[in-house]
């Protein structure tokens, strides 16, 4: 920008009536004559926007952009409604652009259905290759885990290694289990379990830490095909609205990004983070050969587990499961190797944010957290915990007295909430506690976990507004006491998920100074009613400035 344009700044902002003509400067982007959603709490609606190199370079009303310069192109928004770029602050985007194009089990319903999709599929395969992927969810078809036997007379020789919706669990056919030597003599792991049938024999289910008996031999994916999975989860992404991604993952994740940054391939900013328990290499590799950080690709993040899922009754609680009294969950960590991993990241200035599914698991969690604060001293530090998604009542207002952000994924309330009464009873009352968390100052950011749910804003701001279950059994809400805004859910998924990651002061809002990336919604979902706010169309993503999804206009 011009020097003088900065002169012109508090006229964009506030209206002058005569400009000086010396001040008007040419624009990349005009959206005009529209309804703009700015999320800024001092200037919350617009009509029109201006964009320069990709950033914001005013927001006003029409004549106030007109004033800003002539644009390189101009969109006429014609009353829609436009809102601050969508940031997921918690998703697996390799693994999620892998299982765009793998075997598809996510809504099968049926033993019959799941095992006809698998061998539709293996007929599309390499005769080397392993079937992975999946995704299956066997609440759909009554919660029997399926086994090895459902699958092997379509799998053969051919080793499969099937997830679970939630990646806590998955499936090995029998060739799977002879390639890893897994058999009724393989001990239990520590933080995990293998299912045995009634004769001591592995049915092929295994849950968390021993799910790693079989990973580890499961073929790693090419450089090319994980660029692929980037492609494609890039155009998924856009395509739902979505400009930044905080991308919680592996070190090869962040050599997929590294490749797509040098060849200018992103169209999604990305937030890159590796395993907690590899803080120290984390932490070498920022003091000594700095890791890229622009506005494209930031890395220095951590995340680690305390525990399971609900849905593998392996999310470690402080009571036992209703449906399963000598049940507790699992603990995938140790707790002082987790104080351990924690307070040395956190000393060493690195973001730390742990996955925690059970009451139990959040609060040891919030006990680590305090007990490192503490240790370490005062700083801007923004612990996040994944998922909370159930609390001890008591443990609810220390998530904002810590300041520690509770980094959640709503769909998993409309999807979770079918059959979660049944594991944890009356306990459901906190859970997914948004309006509780709100209410006693704490930090919200929303995300997906994709691919274990879809990566669809949209999807998440109805679920965490209704609260209404996939079902369709709970049309005033599944614990509808937590229900949450429009406009509360609309800012954890941008200045919410863009403080989770220390970036609110360049986006998240838009403002001049901005990165230019924004919205444009098919319908104003403030007006609209709550229940259809999860069909509302992505008409127009942009980023940067730059348009990289539109939808067609015959659609």
């Not at 799977?176 to 792991?189: F, I, Q, S």
Request: overall charge negative.
């Amino acid at each position: 920008m011009k020097p003088t344009a900065l002169l012109l700044l508090p006229c964009l902002l506030l209206g002058c009536s005569k400009p000086q003509e010396s001040a008007v400067h040419d624009v990349d982007l005009a959206v005009i004559n529209a309804r703009i959603w700015t999320g800024d709490p001092q200037r919350p609606w617009a009509e029109a926007l201006s964009a320069n190199q990709g950033k914001i370079v005013a927001v006003g009303n029409n004549d106030e952009i007109a004033r800003a310069g002539t644009p390189k192109r101009t969109i006429d928004a014609r009353g829609r409604l436009i809102v601050p770029g969508f940031i997921d602050s918690h998703l697996h985007f390799i693994e999620g652009g892998q299982q765009l194009a793998s075997v598809q089990l996510r809504d099968a319903r049926s033993r019959e259905q799941l095992v006809a999709r698998i061998k539709e599929f293996v007929a599309t395969l390499p005769p080397d290759a392993w079937l992975t992927g999946g995704g299956w969810d066997n609440s759909l078809w009554g919660g029997e885990l399926p086994t090895r036997e459902w699958i092997d007379a379509v799998t053969g020789d051919r080793p499969a290694w099937l997830s679970r919706v939630d990646g806590h669990m998955a499936l090995a056919n029998s060739a799977a289990l002879r390639l890893a030597g897994v058999d009724r003599n393989t001990p239990d792991v520590p933080g995990g379990e293998i299912v045995r049938d009634a004769n001591g024999e592995p049915t092929g289910a295994l849950k968390d830490n021993a799910m790693a008996l079989v990973e580890r031999i499961v073929p790693p994916l090419s450089a090319e095909l994980r660029d692929r999975a980037l492609d494609a989860a890039m155009r998924y992404a856009n395509e739902r609205g979505v400009t930044s991604v905080h991308s919680l993952g592996s070190w090869e994740d962040l050599d997929t990004f590294d490749r797509a940054a040098d060849a200018g391939r992103l169209t999604v900013r990305i937030y890159g983070v590796v395993p907690l328990a590899d803080w120290e290499q984390l932490r070498d590799r920022m003091n000594g050969d700095l890791p890229r950080s622009s506005e494209w690709l930031r890395i220095g993040g951590l995340k680690g587990y305390v525990d399971g899922s609900l849905g593998s009754r392996t999310a470690a609680m402080l009571e036992p499961f209703e449906d399963a009294p000598n049940a507790r969950g699992l603990l995938v960590n140790a707790e002082e190797d987790l104080y351990r991993w924690i307070s040395g990241a956190d000393k060493a200035g690195l973001h730390v944010m742990v996955h925690a599914i059970g009451d139990r698991a959040n609060r040891i969690l919030l006990d680590i957290c305090e007990r490192v604060a503490a240790e370490n001293g005062p700083r801007d530090r923004r612990m996040r915990i994944e998922h909370v998604q159930h609390l001890a009542r008591e443990d609810i207002a220390r998530f904002g007295r810590l300041g520690v952000i509770a980094s959640m994924q709503p769909y998993h309330v409309i999807d979770d909430g079918r059959w979660a009464e049944r594991y944890i009873g009356e306990r459901i009352t906190t859970s997914y506690a948004y309006r509780d968390l709100l209410d006693t100052q704490a930090r919200l950011a929303f995300g997906s976990d994709w691919p274990v749910a879809p990566a669809t804003p949209l999807e998440g701001i109805y679920a965490a507004v209704t609260r209404r279950t996939l079902d369709d059994k709970h049309p005033d809400g599944w614990v509808p006491e937590q229900k949450v805004t429009v406009e509360e859910a609309l800012r954890a998924y941008t200045s919410g998920a863009a403080y989770a990651a220390f970036e609110e002061t360049i986006k998240g809002t838009l403002a001049p100074g901005f990165l230019a990336d924004f919205v444009v919604l098919g319908r104003d979902i403030f007006s609209i009613p709550a229940e259809e706010i999860r069909h509302v169309p992505v008409d127009m993503t942009v980023v940067g400035g730059t348009v990289v999804f539109e939808r067609p206009d015959d659609l």
